[in-house]
Structure formats: structure tokens, C-alpha cells
């Protein structure tokens, strides 16, 4: 089995790193934010793409948000992607990491035999990492996390490195399989102008809550078990410098005695 339809989930996120968060939901408030495709998702947008040449497949884009993340669909689009579902409804609202992958795996059960699913390494405004993960228990398929480099390699399975912070591991999972990815993949491709004119003649469905089958109770922030106890920015603190100075000695004794006047040895 090549694979014949691989999704990709994207994440619309704010534009700028201005993002205040509202005192009495915890949540961000991304009210008048002008928003960007997730970066790591074009780099998992870009892999299906190039995949796709190679089987050939479809790549459909999945995103959960308001209205507005169909503009992130539209540019995927315009880098080549066949399709987009957008998952948008009042009921979504509020959705913890949890909340928001069961929607997500509920879409992708409907969309109907994918073999692939990719996700960006994490969003760069929640920043959890979550999602893939969350979305492969649901669908009880492998998942390969932080995948610097994916291929097919053989009729029923893909190849991923793994790059973690001072190791990489070679991991083979059969498909259908569920998989992250990081910046280190590839360069995303730019859309073309003739590209962009094209998105817009390619299908973009929106599925409200009624469309899915899905258990209300978890969904939005009934479905979110997370609880955001407090949400602040933290203060610089101001730290005091001292520089040891003389031979290499007397440093050491500097240094001995000043960690004894703080009672750390
Ligand atoms: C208690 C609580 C309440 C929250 N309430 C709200 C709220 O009211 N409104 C709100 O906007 N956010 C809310 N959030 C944030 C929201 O839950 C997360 O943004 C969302 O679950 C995704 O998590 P993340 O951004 O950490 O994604 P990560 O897990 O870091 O994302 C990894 C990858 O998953 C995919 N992905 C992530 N999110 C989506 C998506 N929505 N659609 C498609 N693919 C996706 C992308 O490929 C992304 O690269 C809330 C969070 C908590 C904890």
C-alpha cells in the first residue's frame, strides 16, 4: 500500500509575538490578530507534497478554528495541496490539546482512509506538542515524533530519523501511521502566483458540528480537562555578578567562600 491520501493538520497562529492573555479565561486573546500558517506545518505541508509526487497521492489539509484559519488552508493550497477541511463551530470553542485532537480524528476517520497523517513538531503560540501525539491514541495508529527526514520504504510503511536533543534514532512504522515533524525536513516551498490563482478552484469544505460524529461531552472546554490555574509573564529578575579574579588558586578559593556566604556547600 503506497499511501493514496495523506492529510495534513495545520494550525493557524497569531502573526506577532504581541499576544496579551485575557485576565478571566487564561486563554490568548487572539481577537484582531492577523494570523500565519504555523511554520512547522508548512514543512509537513511541503514532505506530503513531495511525497505525493512519488505515489502519487492526495494531500488534504485539516485545520480546527474560526473562519479566518481558511486563509492558512488557502495558502497550503497555493503550495499545492488538492484540498482543505476546516472544523468550525461555537461547540470547538475553548478546546484544550485533549478537546481539540479528538475533533481532529474524528475529521480524519470521516475524510475515509488516509494512510498518512502529518503534523508540525508544535504550534509556536501554545506550543504543547500535543496534537499528533493525542491524535495517534485516537486513531490507534503508530506515531513517529520529530522527524528531521521521512521516505517510503517499502509498499507498506515510511522511514523516519528522529533527530531529540543529543541523540537520533531510525524508526520504521507501518502505514496508516501518524507522524511530527521538524523545521530540519526541507525548506517549504513559495506559492507560485499561478499557484495562489489555482487555490482558489480547489475544493475548501467546512464542517460544522452537526457534519462529524462526535461525543458533546468532549468537546470545548467541557471536553478540556486542563486547567489553567494562573497565567502570567514572568519578571526579569535582577541577578548579581561577581568576577573571580587573580591565579587560578585564588579564584577557587573566592569561589568556595562566596558559595559558603550563600550556604550552598
Ligand atoms: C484550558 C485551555 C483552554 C484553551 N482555550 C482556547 C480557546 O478558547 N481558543 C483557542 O484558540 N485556544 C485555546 N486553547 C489553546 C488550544 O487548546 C491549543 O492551541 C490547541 O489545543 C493546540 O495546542 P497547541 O497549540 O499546543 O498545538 P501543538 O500540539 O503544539 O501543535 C502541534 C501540531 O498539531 C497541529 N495542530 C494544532 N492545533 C491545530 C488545530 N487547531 N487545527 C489543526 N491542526 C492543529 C499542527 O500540525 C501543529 O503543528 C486552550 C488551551 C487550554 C489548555
Known amino acids: 500500500m503506497k ?37 512547522f506545518d508548512k514543512n509537513a505541508v511541503e514532505q506530503a507534497l513531495q511525497l505525493a509526487d512519488q505515489t502519487p497521492a492526495k494531500v488534504v489539509l485539516l485545520s480546527m478554528g474560526p473562519d479566518d484559519y481558511a486563509e492558512s488552508l488557502r495558502e497550503g493550497m497555493a503550495m499545492g495541496a ?28 470521516q475524510i475515509g482512509e488516509v494512510d498518512l497523517v502529518l503534523f508540525g513538531r508544535q504550534a509556536v503560540d501554545a506550543d504543547t506538542g500535543q496534537v499528533g501525539p493525542i491524535v495517534a491514541e485516537f486513531l490507534h495508529q503508530p506515531q513517529i515524533t520529530y522527524a528531521a527526514s521521512l521516505r517510503l520504504s517499502g509498499d507498506n510503511e515510511i522511514t523516519a530519523e528522529r533527530l531529540l536533543e543529543d541523540t537520533k534514532q531510525t524508526l520504521v512504522a507501518q502505514l496508516p501511521a501518524v507522524v511530527t515533524v521538524r523545521s530540519e525536513l526541507n525548506t517549504p516551498r513559495y506559492p507560485t502566483p499561478r499557484n495562489i490563482q489555482l487555490s482558489f478552484e480547489k475544493p475548501l469544505t467546512i464542517w460544522h458540528h452537526d457534519d462529524l460524529d462526535l461525543d458533546d461531552s468532549r468537546l470545548g472546554q467541557a471536553g ?42
Not at 492573555?21 to 504555523?38: E, K, V
Not at 477541511?85 to 475533533?103: E, I, K, M, N, P
Not at 486547567?227 to 587560578?248: A, D, H, M, N
Request: charged content about 20%; aromatic content about 4%.
Open 3 to 39: 499511501p493514496k491520501t495523506i492529510v495534513v493538520c495545520i494550525k493557524q497562529v497569531p502573526e506577532t509575538n504581541e499576544v496579551t492573555i485575557d485576565p478571566q479565561t487564561h486563554n490568548l486573546d487572539r481577537r484582531g490578530l492577523a494570523g500565519i500558517m504555523n511554520p
Open 82 to 109: 488538492d484540498a482543505g477541511y476546516l472544523l468550525s463551530d461555537r461547540a470547538f470553542a475553548g478546546a484544550d490539546t485533549l478537546a481539540t485532537g479528538y475533533v481532529i480524528a474524528q475529521a480524519i476517520k
Open 224 to 265: 478540556s480537562p486542563t486547567i489553567v490555574t494562573k497565567v502570567y509573564e514572568p519578571k526579569p529578575t535582577k541577578r548579581e555578578l561577581t568576577s573571580l579574579t587573580g591565579t587560578p588558586t585564588e579564584a577557587a578559593s573566592q569561589l568556595i567562600k562566596a558559595l559558603k556566604a550563600h550556604q550552598l556547600i
